[in-house]
């Protein structure tokens, strides 16, 4: 069929040019516009109520608004494939000048290992020599810093040289960057992220297209407490204008320390904002220190104070609107200051890229998906809503952890034992809208804070792993009467949530690329008060994750949570909790979500094992992570010891309960209990992976597709990491998964532990629930079906598409159905 052309014709059913005068275009256009997909009733009411249109015949009418409709789709797919151009047109011009960055950092190589092949030569016999040779190099490379002052002439002369060192290293080879581990190219990730190999301190580079102009770029990343959340505050103590129009800046900024077992750092900076001679946007920041002779600050207590070398950002204004950002970040920790175990954490580039310069990156690409989609809410609320609530939520807790005594924070004596720090905020900023009630109508007399905190050193634990599970198996280490006490800190009442269920999880959002899960909890049955005995009531709870993401390199993961209202005001008082656990290892551990405690076992025992047995057995089981935990309660202040004690004895009992379970999770305790040199797998394993491709077989005709052949390779191990997602479910009448392969983890972003939890029909859309039910009494009659291609949900909430399932019966050896086995060809997070 034809689409309609400007000047009125349309083609009919029968191929024939129909030709509309300019009145009775424009009619049909309102019409349109007013109902663009009438009903035949709707469509003859309306050529009733427009007698320009009333000679037409209807049937003209319905193939008009067809065509309308097919141009209106071509329209709408034209501006976006303009805009797909326009975005991969920056990306290219953005990969060549990467690529002539990178031809010349290997022409300078090239360069200089040539000069030191010839200088060895010389001096092979003389060490004397070879000494002044090496003494004249190091003399050539150290920077000649002119004398510096803080009148306005010399902070620009600081301002300038900032601004030729960070162009260096943005667009240079000032450093010599390597490609971030773990980072996947491609149109769909977040931007070219590099880190240094070889530097001072830690440094990352990233580069990457946003939707968003300059000045507004360049406003957020200067807002840096509002992306970087181990930033506590950024002061402007001092601006001056220069004479081509920017500024110069004098900064005070202070991060939170991540862990109880170093202090917060701070820093003492020039931020200087200018416009280059191309029209792109700088910004660029250094620290002030004896080497500038700037301004000085004295130090300021209980904080460490360090340095940035010079870093900020580079924003080209891209044709066709949005911008093409270079980010610079470029610290010393100073990280001889922290415990040994903690080393990594202060100079690995790799967890420092995670935490800042993707994080910066994260932001931009959130706020460009807010501007384009500004109707899209979740439970009401505006996704900058959602934004503070979870930055109330980190903020609070990273507040508590750090107990600045600026803040009211006072420190307890301890209980003779060294493991717990226990402290106290009776600041009334603190308690500020903490005016909480046990029930309705009955006021507590809570006027203080309590912070039980402690760090642990975990063993070949995968944040990542240890995190989901803890997520999902909350009975795990959660302790009833903790809950029921800190549920006595808000009102109960009905729940106003949009969406919220009758059963433990009330309703979740995931905030798209921010790489963060934020969701209500709701615990049922919990007694607040001695009245509640007889009527428990519900609770809630705002919980906050993030890092859950194991194929992500050097990322820490988080869980914080806070009791709320049932009303969830945007402005309700929240006492957040939870942990942390960051990695201390800076290279890509290739960890796999098999480590899990049912059949995963079996296929870490072997003598080739898996992945992740054979990772960890290469790197000398020296996996490391710090879990830090940090638990707040608001108490009465004649409860004081009281509370204390319960506060210790439950976080003692959190550490035991992780360290048990993050041993189950660990490929070593696979190790101990099966070893390495047993046969492969258990007979359990190795039957039901035989019956799931033998059933195959028999109602499909042919062998299980994709599945390896070498003779090295069991079938239990084919199925493992075949590369379609394969799922077992229970054959009865609400199905639940009982076993699935790596890519069906994968899939379902979950464990094997965690697998059981979940029901056949949750990972469903509504039209796959409705094709599923319709097949379902051909696969237990016929033996197998086959299902549409369509979209399907992890167990986080994100969709999956993938091009087809096949789902067939799997019997035992006698002949009984098993289990019910789904295999989703070419399956990928949409």
């Known amino acids: 069929m034809s689409m309609s052309c400007k000047d009125g014709k349309s083609l009919d059913d029968n191929g024939k040019y129909v030709r509309y005068t300019p009145e009775q275009v424009e009619a049909l256009e309102r019409l349109y516009h007013e109902c663009p997909k009438p009903s035949s009733m709707r469509r003859r009411q309306l050529i009733r109520e427009c007698p320009i249109l009333s000679h037409i015949e209807p049937r003209q009418i319905k193939v008009w608004f067809q065509n309308r409709r097919c141009r209106e789709k071509q329209r709408k797919e034209s501006s976006r494939l303009q805009g797909v151009n326009r975005k991969l047109s920056a990306m290219n011009k953005l990969l060549m000048e990467e690529n002539d960055r990178l031809q010349k950092q290997v022409s300078q190589l090239v360069y200089e290992n040539g000069y030191f092949r010839k200088q060895t030569t010389k001096v092979a016999s003389k060490d004397t020599s070879c000494e002044s040779v090496v003494t004249s190099g190091q003399h050539h490379l150290t920077p000649q810093h002119p004398p510096r002052d803080a009148s306005p002439a010399g902070l620009l002369s600081i301002a300038e040289e900032t601004l030729t060192e960070f162009l260096s290293k943005a667009t240079g080879t000032a450093v010599e960057w390597v490609q971030m581990p773990g980072m996947k190219p491609g149109p769909d990730s977040i931007g070219i992220i590099a880190i240094s190999h070889g530097c001072t301190g830690m440094a990352a580079r990233a580069c990457g297209l946003v939707g968003l102009d300059p000045t507004r770029v360049a406003e957020i990343l200067k807002d840096r407490p509002s992306w970087y959340r181990d930033c506590r505050a950024v002061e402007v103590l001092n601006m001056l204008p220069t004479a081509n129009g920017g500024t110069i800046e004098l900064l005070y900024m202070q991060l939170y320390a991540p862990t109880t077992l170093a202090p917060p750092r701070d820093f003492w900076l020039l931020r200087y904002t200018t416009v280059t001679d191309d029209g792109s946007f700088v910004v660029c920041e250094r620290s002030l220190g004896n080497t500038q002779n700037g301004p000085s600050m004295p130090p300021v207590q209980n904080f460490v104070r360090t340095e940035m070398l010079p870093s900020g950002y580079l924003i080209r204004p891209c044709e066709g609107g949005g911008s093409v950002v270079h980010i610079v970040d470029h610290m010393n920790l100073e990280a001889r200051s922290v415990p040994e175990v903690l080393r990594p954490l202060y100079e690995s580039s790799t967890v420092f890229a995670q935490k800042t310069t993707m994080a910066a990156l994260r932001q931009l690409r959130q706020l460009t998906l807010e501007v384009s989609q ?234 080739v094992g898996s992945k992740a047995a054979n990772d960890f057995k290469s790197s000398g089981g020296t996996s490391k992570s710090i879990m830090t935990i940090a638990f707040q309660f608001a108490f009465e202040s004649h409860m004081q010891e009281n509370v204390a004690s319960m506060a210790r004895k439950y976080v003692r009992s959190f550490i035991s309960s992780v360290q048990r379970v993050a041993l189950a999770l660990s490929p070593s305790h696979f190790g101990s209990l099966g070893g390495l040199c047993l046969p492969l797998g258990t007979p359990e394993a190795h039957t039901l992976a035989r019956w799931i491709c033998q059933s195959y077989r028999r109602f499909m005709g042919v062998e299980l597709p994709k599945l390896s052949s070498e003779g090295s390779e069991s079938v239990l191990e084919s199925l493992w990491h075949h590369s379609d997602a394969i799922i077992c479910c229970s054959a009865k009448a609400m199905p639940v998964f009982t076993f699935a392969n790596q890519a069906g983890l994968d899939m379902l972003e979950t464990t094997l532990v965690a697998l059981q939890d979940i029901s056949l029909e949750k990972i469903f859309d509504e039209n796959g629930r409705k094709n599923l039910c319709s097949e379902f009494p051909q696969i237990m009659q016929q033996g197998f079906a086959c299902l549409q291609g369509g979209i399907c949900l992890s167990s986080m909430g994100r969709p999956v598409s993938y091009e087809k399932a096949v789902s067939w019966k799997v019997l035992n050896e006698e002949d009984t159905a098993h289990c019910i086995s789904f295999m989703f060809v070419n399956w990928s997070f949409v």
């Open 374 to 607: 500004p109707n899209v809410t979740n439970w009401g609320r505006r996704p900058a809503a959602l934004r503070t609530l979870s930055k109330r939520l980190s903020r609070g807790f990273n507040e508590a952890l750090n107990g600045f005594s600026s803040e009211g924070w006072s420190i307890l004596d301890n209980d003779g034992m060294d493991d717990v720090t226990i402290l106290v905020n009776s600041s009334p900023d603190k308690l500020m809208g903490l005016d909480l009630s046990f029930a309705d109508g009955f006021t507590s007399l809570s006027n203080s804070v309590l912070c039980a905190k402690a760090s642990m050193l975990l063993q070949s634990a995968t944040p990542a792993i240890l995190l989901r599970f803890l997520r999902e198996h909350r009975s795990e280490w959660v302790d009833n009467n903790i809950d029921a006490y800190s549920a006595a800190t808000v009102k109960v009442g009905p729940c106003s949530l949009p969406g919220a269920r009758a059963c433990n999880f009330g309703g979740q959002v995931i905030l798209p690329l921010a790489h963060t899960l934020l969701e209500v909890i709701k615990l049922e049955g919990v007694c607040h008060s001695p009245e509640d005995v007889i009527m428990p009531r519900d609770m809630f709870l705002l919980q906050l994750c993030s890092g859950m993401d194991e194929n992500a390199v050097g990322t820490c993961a988080e869980l914080f949570f806070a009791p709320i209202d049932a009303s969830f005001a945007d402005d309700a008082p929240l006492l957040p909790s939870g942990f942390r656990i960051i990695p201390l290892d800076s290279a890509k551990e290739a960890s796999s979500s098999n480590r899990t405690l049912d059949l995963t076992s079996a296929l870490e025992t072997g003598p």
